[in-house]
Structures are given as structure tokens and as C-alpha cells.
């Protein structure tokens, strides 16, 4: 069992959690507005830090499995622990997509559970622009209704950016959140090294970036590091030139660790002006993910950037992340130490754990230093672009065609008009994310698409407005009672949304299986419990498991139920129950790794 940690006040008494903490930079938030937020932030003297845990964190380590049980939890001792935090990311990204996916939860249902037992602490969320937190753009009233929803249920400050900084797309998501009430934390995603003069993203386009976003009237400012490329000496150049021609303006920075130098630079952020900065939990932290609280805590002590945390609960706290990391250790991706090769490829925190493992599904595991070599190419190939979801996908996707095809970058471009590109390299090149900066690659576009469209303005202008009367009519007539979080998540995630509803109608709601029995099947003899209801509980012991039939693909069951013995048929397309084997990929899918391992 998870020993959940107990925290203690300066004399060294018990902290009462039972009652969630009220103490937070929430309650600005909700008293006196967005605005009045950032102003607050603008003016604290040290440097506050937002916790990764509930999100990137294990988007980044963990294949973003972590379960809503697993954040309730230790969500009251969150609350209390961590009440100085600027905020708690925990909703968006690729959050969305897994839990329907993967773990058959509603996200909706996550958000709001939190939130009841975190009143304090600002919820963050990460929306990808004018897509949402889909792979490619939508209407633009699909994300107007989407962040209206978030913030209804919960989510407090939106970080919102665009996989190539196309401000158009930028402007739909941000113009959405303004809309909604929402604290606005418009981005820039950091690309490539400002230091190399002879690199495409420079000082002079980033700060032309943050021109552009200070006229949309943001709130904060947000800069993107997703692969872990900004080092502490461009950290002190791009935000000591921001911090000096916007002195009022918040800005908040996010890294992963994954060249090992994550700490430096957002040591070197605080300094150079930055009010906020990312951090994880130590044992959901490092490489892929983002820098250690503890660490960043330690190096800014002393000095007039404190966290206002207290290291003791923040210590406490990981007790319990410790445990939890070993739990979901199917999902673990194996690192080995930081990657300093990240400086060439730019692969992504997130991505790059899930193309690992693609890359071994897909058999090429032996060939991912050649893979990592052809994501550098692709990238070259498709104009030097920001990669981050969904572009960086669109390179993968590119990387892994060229690996199993055995095509060199010149191939590539000498067969440009006879090859079959992955679907989201045509949708790039079609413009259905964006326009890129600089201008698409060409000829390679142009034979590439084979005469397919060109769109040379946002998505959102071509594609028509969802019709919500139309869906919610015809969700309503599938699924029976149709909320506005479900049409929302239908509208980002069609089939998704569809398999999760049939999932949940057949096998019930897999929320109250405790996390070892829904990553594997339990040991034969073992006894173990769910607790339905409060009070309601099942005693199910594993008694054994029959050979597989070849005919079938299925095995009988034999379990014993508060007492009864049991005998069930399982199917076993997906789930063995002889291995907890790392889960299939979506081959279509190159950042999300994993299937169903739900247990007997
Ligand atoms: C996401 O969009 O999921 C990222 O983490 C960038």
C-alpha cells in the first residue's frame, strides 16, 4: 500500500488536512481578476514556481499514465503543502487524450474532482492554440466552447501556445480564454540556440514574438522550452531583453531537464527577471521532464528570489511520488542519463520517452540513435520548424518513414512526388497547422502535396463552425444524456470519445480498481479490494488462469468473488494476462504510446 505522507507546522504538529487548505494565490484569481493576478505576481519579490507534477511531469517520464485516483489521493496534502505555488498544472496537453484513451476516465470528471479537493491553488492547463488539445486545428468555435468548459470546471490560468508561433493560431486560443474569464498565459515556444548566430530563431525574433503577444493583451507572458534547448547563458539574454523592454509584463518559463541543465536555467531566469518557473516533484523529475523543486528551492536560497515553499512538505510530499513512480513502472522509459545530443535533434521532453518506445514497437528500437539522427533530418527537411505538439509529431512521423524505408534526407527530396507521406506530413504541408516562419519549404511542398490544397492563411478560416445543436442531438440519441463536457470532448476527439463511452457502457467504470490491478493482473492466490461506494466492497482473489485457445484467443478466468467462486471468459487481443508487456502503440501515433492493461 502507498503510504500517504503527514505533514507538521513549525512546532511540529500534525497539519489537519481534512479540511483542504484555504491559503492560496487562488483566491486573487477568483476576488479580483486575471489582471489583478498578474500584477500580483509581477510584484512578489521572489521567484514562485509552478509544479509539473500532475502533468508534464509524467506526461514526460510516464507516458502521461497517472491515474485521477492517484492525484486525489494526495491532492488535500497538495493543497496544504504547496499553497504558495503560482500554480499546479494538471489538465491539458496530451492529459486529455490518455485518460479516454488509455485509462478510460473522463477528464471532466478529473478536473472537477480535483479541484474540490485543491480550492487554492491555481489550476494551469496547457491548450495547444487554435487545436486545442487535438493534433491539428479546429473551428474556431470548437475552442471557444472548450476553454468556456475548462474554466467552468476548474481551470484557473491557460498557457497558451502555438506549435510554430504562428500568432493567428496563437490569437484564437488566446482571444478564447479572454473570452472565458481566464487568467491568459500567452506563449512562446523556444526553438533551436539564440547563441549560434547562424540559427533560424534568434533574439530579434523572439522578442517580435512577444510584441505581438503584448498586443493581444496577455496576462503573463509564457516561454515554452519543450525540448530542454534554452541554456542558462540565452535563459539570461532572452529574458534579461524581455524583463528590460517589458518591466511590467509577468513572465513565466518552462523547461525539461533533458541535457541536465534545467536547474541552471531557470536559476538563470529568476535572476534575469522571470517571476515564475516549472518544476517537478524529485521523483517525477530530471531528463525528460522537468528540473527538481528541491533543486531549484536549494539554489535560490538565500537569495531575494525565494519560492516561498516549505522545504519539508515539499520533501514530504515526494514520499509519496516515490512510491507511486515504482507503481507505474510498466511506463517507465528507461533513460539513462541526460542527452547533450538534444542540442542537435530538439526532440521534446515529451515526445521523446514515446518515440523510444515507438521506435522498438515499430522494430526499430536497435536503430534509435539512427532514428534520433532522422528526426534532425526531417526537421531540416520540413524548413527548420518549432517542434512541439503537433508539429513535432509531423517530424517523428517523417524521422520513422525515413528510418523504415532506408531513405537518406537527398532520397527524400529526390522522390518528394512519388512517396506516401505519414498523414500529419501532408497536413503540415497542406497548412492545417499554421503557417511556419519563414515560409514552407519549397519545392518540396509543392511535390510533396501532388497537387493536394494549399491553405496560405490560418486553418480556422476554411473550416466550417461546429454545429452544436447538431452534435449534442446526435450524441444524445447514441449515449442517452449528453453533457456539454462530453459534446466538448467529443468535438476534439470524435472516435476517442465514442470508444470510451462503449468501453465504460460494457465494462463499467475502471476509476475504482486500485492501480496495480489496472496496470497487471494480480499473482494467483493473491486477495485484493475495490471499493465500489463508500462502504461497498468487493473481495476478489485471482484463483487461476486457463491456457490461451488458439480459436478463440480468449482464456477462462477463475476468481473468487466476497467469497464465491467465479469463472469469466477474456478476451486476449490486448491485455495478456501471462506478461504485463509494455502496451501497443497507435502506429498512426507517434507521441502516444500504450493500450488498455487493464487486469483480469
Ligand atoms: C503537449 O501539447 O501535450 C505538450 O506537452 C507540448
Redesign the pocket.
Known amino acids: 500500500d502507498i503510504i500517504i505522507p503527514e505533514l507538521h507546522d513549525a512546532s511540529g504538529n500534525k497539519i489537519d488536512v481534512s479540511q483542504p487548505c484555504t491559503k492560496g494565490w487562488r483566491q486573487i484569481i477568483l476576488e479580483q481578476g486575471p489582471k489583478a493576478f498578474a500584477k500580483a505576481v509581477r510584484n512578489y519579490k521572489g521567484c514562485l514556481l509552478m509544479d509539473t507534477t500532475w502533468?508534464?511531469a509524467h506526461?514526460?517520464l510516464l507516458a502521461t499514465r497517472v491515474r485521477t485516483v492517484d492525484l486525489l489521493n494526495i491532492a488535500k496534502e497538495t493543497s496544504h503543502a504547496l499553497h504558495n505555488l503560482y500554480s499546479l498544472e494538471c489538465w491539458?496537453?496530451?492529459?486529455f487524450d490518455v485518460a479516454m484513451r488509455f485509462l478510460y476516465e473522463d477528464p471532466w470528471d478529473r478536473l472537477r474532482k480535483m479541484r474540490k479537493l485543491v480550492p487554492n491553488i491555481p489550476f494551469q492547463m496547457?491548450l495547444?492554440g487554435a487545436n486545442g488539445?487535438a493534433y491539428a486545428s479546429l473551428p474556431d468555435n470548437a475552442i471557444e466552447h472548450f476553454v468556456e468548459h475548462a474554466k467552468k470546471n476548474g481551470v484557473d490560468i491557460f498557457r497558451v501556445?502555438d506549435?510554430l508561433n504562428d500568432i493567428h493560431q496563437l490569437e484564437v486560443g488566446i482571444k478564447a480564454v479572454q473570452k472565458a474569464g481566464g487568467v491568459c498565459e500567452g506563449t512562446v515556444c523556444y526553438s533551436g540556440d539564440m547563441l549560434n548566430p547562424k540559427k533560424k530563431y534568434n533574439l530579434e525574433y523572439y522578442l517580435k514574438l512577444v510584441d505581438d503577444l503584448v498586443a493581444l493583451d496577455i496576462d503573463i507572458l509564457g516561454i515554452?522550452d519543450?525540448a530542454g534547448v534554452l541554456k542558462p547563458h540565452a535563459a539570461t539574454l532572452l529574458i534579461g531583453s524581455i524583463r528590460e523592454k517589458y518591466p511590467d509584463l509577468p513572465i513565466h518559463v518552462h523547461t525539461h531537464d533533458s541535457a541536465g541543465t534545467g536547474v541552471a536555467s531557470m536559476v538563470a531566469c529568476a535572476m534575469a527577471g522571470a517571476d515564475a518557473v516549472d518544476a517537478a516533484t524529485d521523483s517525477l523529475s530530471g531528463m525528460t521532464s522537468q528540473p527538481s523543486i528541491n533543486a531549484i528551492i536549494a539554489s535560490l536560497d538565500g537569495t531575494d528570489k525565494d519560492t516561498g515553499l516549505n522545504v519539508h512538505h515539499v520533501r514530504a510530499l515526494d514520499t509519496y511520488w516515490s512510491q507511486l513512480r515504482l507503481l507505474y513502472s510498466p511506463f517507465e522509459a528507461h533513460l539513462t542519463g541526460p542527452d547533450p545530443e538534444v542540442y542537435e535533434h530538439e526532440i521534446?521532453?515529451?515526445q521523446l520517452t514515446n518515440m523510444m518506445f515507438q521506435a522498438s514497437q515499430l522494430g526499430l528500437g536497435s536503430q534509435w540513435l539512427e532514428t534520433k539522427k532522422a528526426y534532425e533530418e526531417a526537421n531540416d527537411l520540413l524548413g527548420d520548424i518549432v517542434k512541439?505538439?503537433?508539429t513535432?509529431k509531423v517530424v517523428g512521423d517523417l524521422a520513422q518513414f525515413m528510418v523504415s524505408n532506408k531513405l537518406s534526407k537527398d532520397d527524400v527530396l529526390a522522390r518528394a512526388g512519388e512517396l506516401d507521406f505519414p498523414g500529419s506530413v501532408l497536413e503540415f504541408l497542406e497548412g492545417m497547422m499554421g503557417q511556419p516562419y519563414g515560409g514552407f519549404p519549397e519545392p518540396f511542398r509543392t511535390k510533396a502535396l501532388r497537387g493536394r490544397r494549399k491553405l496560405d492563411a490560418r486553418p480556422g478560416l476554411f473550416l466550417e463552425p461546429i454545429d452544436f445543436p447538431k452534435v449534442r442531438k446526435e450524441l444524445a440519441r447514441k449515449f442517452g444524456s449528453v453533457t456539454e463536457c462530453d459534446v466538448a470532448s467529443y468535438v476534439m476527439y470524435p472516435k476517442v470519445f465514442e470508444d470510451y463511452k462503449k468501453f465504460v457502457a460494457k465494462f463499467g467504470d475502471l476509476s475504482v480498481l486500485p492501480t496495480k490491478y489496472f496496470l497487471s493482473r494480480p499473482e494467483i492466490g493473491e486477495e485484493f479490494h475495490v471499493e465500489l461506494e463508500k462502504g461497498k466492497v468487493l473481495i476478489l482473489k485471482l484463483l487461476a488462469v486457463g491456457p490461451l485457445s488458439e480459436n478463440t484467443g480468449q482464456r477462462e478466468v477463475f476468481y473468487e468473488m466476497n467469497g464465491e467462486v467465479r469463472q469469466v471468459t477474456v478476451d486476449d487481443k490486448k491485455a495478456s494476462v501471462e506478461n504485463v508487456s509494455r502496451p501497443k502503440a497507435d502506429p498512426t501515433d507517434s507521441?502516444q504510446v500504450g493500450a488498455p492493461m487493464a487486469g483480469v
Open positions: 502533468r508534464d506526461q514526460s491539458g496537453g496530451a492529459t496547457l495547444r488539445v501556445f506549435a515554452k519543450m521534446p521532453g515529451g512541439v505538439t503537433p513535432s507521441s
